[in-house]
């Protein structure tokens, strides 16, 4: 074997690799490649690259109470925290710390002013929380992250977790997708859920790295002038969907496609 068969053949072992790597990826997923289990982990070096937009991880120290700022750790921009009462504890996480919801008996969320960053437009875009939550936290409605309220001007994006069972609004200019998993989450473990919109497959939630809801329709622009918003679609008392449990990396990446 001469040095360029030599080569030719690393080259072609190189591209059947890559073949049956991509082959088992869309076979997961139905044809569609499941989001990394270290995709909102991404050190901050590779958040342009790979459109990583906003990224929080509470790995930092101190007390969290009414005021505090996490500053976004994909780009520009932060979130405050609102609480009418008391503190959140920032507890194991999933890695390093979480943020425990709520202080007890009272209400409290992260708020980021709205930012163009966070506005997906009609690009692919998918967006995810890593959550702990008991059996008896679990509420009829329980918000984690969301841009937007139910009537937005301009839709919204919005992951949830109403009577245990995760789902994803995404709702555009052209049409409302609600999905849902018939599964719990509330068991007391840590679960990744990540809710995922393109323009070929409409929007899919995926648990834990599997395909668990999806339909596959045309949602269109979602562009708002609404705040990020992690744990309540605002500040209670009231009917807030204030979230109950551990939250822990939330995240927004924002395709350059669709
Ligand atoms: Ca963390």
């Not at 997961?28 to 990224?55: I, K, N």
């Not at 710390?97 to 709205?114: M, S, T």
């Not at 473990?189 to 939630?205: F, Q």
Request: positive net charge; glycine residues 12%; contains cysteine.
């Amino acid at each position: 074997m001469t040095p360029m068969d030599s080569t030719r053949n690393a080259r072609r072992a190189r591209r059947a690799a890559v073949a049956v790597v991509s082959a088992a990826a869309l076979v997961l997923a139905g044809g569609f490649a499941v989001p990394s289990a270290g995709e909102d982990a991404a050190p901050r070096a590779a958040a342009a690259r790979t459109g990583v937009v906003f990224r929080l991880t509470f790995d930092g120290r101190g007390a969290v109470r009414d005021g505090t700022t996490f500053k976004n750790a994909a780009g520009k921009g932060k979130v405050r925290v609102r609480l009418d009462s008391g503190r959140f504890k920032r507890v194991r996480g999933k890695p390093g710390k979480a943020l425990r919801y709520p202080v007890a008996g009272g209400y409290g969320l992260l708020e980021g002013p709205d930012r163009k960053a966070w506005d997906p437009g009609r690009r692919d875009f998918r967006f995810g929380v890593r959550v702990k939550i008991a059996k008896s936290q679990a509420t009829a409605h329980m918000n984690a992250f969301q841009k937007g309220y139910h009537r937005q001007a301009g839709g919204q994006w919005k992951l949830q977790i109403d009577q245990g069972l995760p789902s994803c609004v995404v709702r555009g200019d052209i049409d409302r997708i609600l999905v849902r998993s018939a599964e719990p989450v509330t068991d007391g473990r840590w679960h990744r859920l990540v809710c995922w919109r393109t323009s070929e497959h409409g929007v899919r939630l995926f648990v834990d790295g599997a395909l668990v809801a999806d339909k596959d329709a045309p949602t269109g622009k979602v562009a708002n002038a609404a705040p990020i918003r992690i744990g309540a679609k605002k500040l209670g008392p009231g009917s807030v969907d204030q979230f109950h449990g551990r939250v822990d990396g939330p995240y927004l990446f924002v395709s350059s496609v669709g």
